[in-house]
Structures are given as C-alpha cells and as structure tokens.
C-alpha cells in the first residue's frame, strides 16, 4: 500500500495550492479518505475528508476556502486550497480508512508567509 502525495510548497498569504494524492496497491473507491495537517507543536487535525459514498465534512477554519475531491478511476485524492492563510501552515498528509486499517502517506509541507 503507498499514498503519494504532493503539491505543497510555499505560497503568500491569499494564495493557492493543490494537494494530490496518488494511492496503490489497495482499492480505493472502498475507503473513507481524507486530508489531515500537523503545524509545530500541534496535533494532527482532519482537514476534510470524504466517505466511499461521498459524503464530505470540512475542519470549520477551512470551509469556504479549501475544496476536497476523490477520483475513484484513477486512485486520486485532491486538495484544492484557496485563499491560505498563515495558519493553515502545517504538514499535510493523506489518510485512507477502512473496516480494518487505516493508511497514511508521507507528509507534504505547505507554508504561507509573506
């Protein structure tokens, strides 16, 4: 099982990013997915997520601003991020659940500073 993810990178603030996530050797579309972050001295958060029926929740600080989407055809787990803000730096990682096992890629920096 590997979850590739990228797309981070340092942006100023009111600026945008794309988060993807590629994932492997599991099937997907069966998962509950999910993006969670972890700033300096924090716990990791959920960002938002989406269930394999499709049901999406944002984090409260992110609604409005970050869009998530699943593309079962081609194992994909997307982020798009607007309008950052200087909380929103963290490490982002990828997150797939299911009935038994939960899997986690390796974490991706996002950074907003002016």
């Known amino acids: 099982v590997q979850l590739q993810a990228s797309g981070g990178g340092s942006v100023q603030p009111g600026g945008s990013l794309r988060l993807s996530c590629a994932a492997s050797?599991?099937?997907?579309?069966?998962?509950?997915v999910g993006w969670y972050r972890q700033a300096p001295g924090k716990q990791r958060e959920l960002v938002a997520g989406?269930?394999?029926?499709?049901?999406?929740n944002y984090a409260d600080s992110v609604k409005g601003r970050f869009t998530i989407s699943r593309d079962n055809a081609r194992n994909t787990l997307t982020l798009q991020m607007n309008s950052l803000k200087p909380e929103d730096t963290a490490v982002y990682y990828c997150n797939i659940r299911f009935f038994l096992s939960t899997y986690w890629g390796e974490g991706t920096q996002v950074t907003v500073s002016s």
């Open positions: 989406i269930t394999a029926a499709s049901n999406i």
């Open positions: 050797g599991i099937i997907f579309s069966n998962g509950d």
